[in-house]
């Protein structure tokens, strides 16, 4: 507004020598490019800004392939998985996200491979064309090579792990208040967990409040049958954290009646029991939160993999030899400014597909690519119960109460979806005021999984046989 005639002129031909300077050449009238098709894969943190950025815009063609049909709020999950809060709370549908129009399709498909010559997207049920890709599709749990582990000790990933999870919590309960047999009662009441990373740590936790919290009110008994033990091979919980919190972070663990095993690594896993170097854990529930790697993004690109099957891409997210793939999120490996690989979590696959979003405009406007992505580390939280956390930010180091309320706000504040915003808040702050947990639903009858036929309490009714599967949940 404030710029006269000539500046306006001279700041037209220096946006036109840019352009020229960068090899492309001035569109002319009436000779606009065909839209670029644009593909991303997987509708988690990463894809999801990539396309919330992508969509509607008149020069880009974009499809969105996701399994799934909602974009889940994965920091959140454990809580549906201790019935803190339902599932609807911490996803939403895509369809719902996404301005879906002509130009931006949602696609519910499992992706099975990439053919880079053809520039396809290879679908259980389809093939989709694409000049540029964007693979977002995250991590899976893995056992380290011991997958016959997975059976017995789920990891947590999606809703389905998390409704399971619960099912067999809230089932074990029940199937402990009538048993006489108190070996058996014992181990149904135990519940492992192995991993003590933010998941770990916060799922422990929750068991435990919840577990202790069921036995007292709704079943009458002694809040300490509840075993909860926490399992980590490193010489201490968090890991990712500073010394300072990890050991506030066992304190408060402590507080609540979580068994913490550091420095013990677990060699087998069968249905019902854990083994240790020199101990056996019989347990009706066994939680992996030990480990992920990447989904098969090298398989579907025929690249080798780097650690934990990760894509090693460059500073523009871009893959070695293949101009127009980008992969972010959990399944790229890309470094950060201190050359350790960056972490697995939410704030890096936004900032990274934002970055590629960006990086595909710049390039279809005609403009220098943006300079090398650099991760911003705005703090990291954990929580332990429903009073306390901990949290860093840079240097500041906080614990208890504060760091909890943080924690709440952060994560408020980053679900996406209005509703799951309100839902969540009024959840825990009923839970808070009433101390009471709303998702304490079994559906289904469920079965023990241990072979043996239970010992009813005298004067209790006959339990059915027990069979060797937990009931899925329908
Ligand atoms: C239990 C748990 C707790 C966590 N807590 C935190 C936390 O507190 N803070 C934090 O920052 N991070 C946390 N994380 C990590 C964080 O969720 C991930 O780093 C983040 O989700 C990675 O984003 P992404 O876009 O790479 O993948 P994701 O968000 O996992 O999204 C991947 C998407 O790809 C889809 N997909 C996968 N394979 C295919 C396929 N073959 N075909 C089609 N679609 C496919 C999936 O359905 C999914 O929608 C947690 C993770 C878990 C599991």
Redesign the pocket.
Known sequence: MFLGGGAVVLLLAGLAWRRRANGVSAVQAGDREPPRRVVV???????LQAALELAARPDVDLTV????NH??F??L??QVATAALSPEDIASPIRGILPVSDRTRVLM????GVDTKARRVLCDSDAVSYDELII????QPSYFGNECWAAAAPG??SLKDALGLRQRILASLEQASDIGNAAERTRLLTFVLIGGG??GVEMAGSIAELTRQMLARDYHSNPAQARIVLIEAGPRLLAEFPPDLSDAACRALATLGVEIRTGARVTGIEAGKVQLHDETIAAETVIWTAG?AA?PVAEWLGVKPGRGGRIAVGTDLRVAGHADVYV????ALAVGADSKPLP??????KQQGHYVARAILRRLQGRRAPAAFVYRDYGT??AIGRHKAVAKFGPVHLTGFLAWVTWAVAHIFFLIGFRNRVMVSAQWAFAYATNDRSGRVIVGRSKLRSGQPPVPKPGNSVMPPSTNSVAPVT
């Open positions: 894969i997987g509708a988690g943190f990463g894809g392939i996701d399994s799934h974009h889940l994965q920091p999950l454990y498909a499992t992706v099975t977002a599709s995250g991590s947590l990933k933010p998941t992920t989904t972010i999120g959990d399944a697995g979590v939410a704030p890096v696959a939280l954990a």
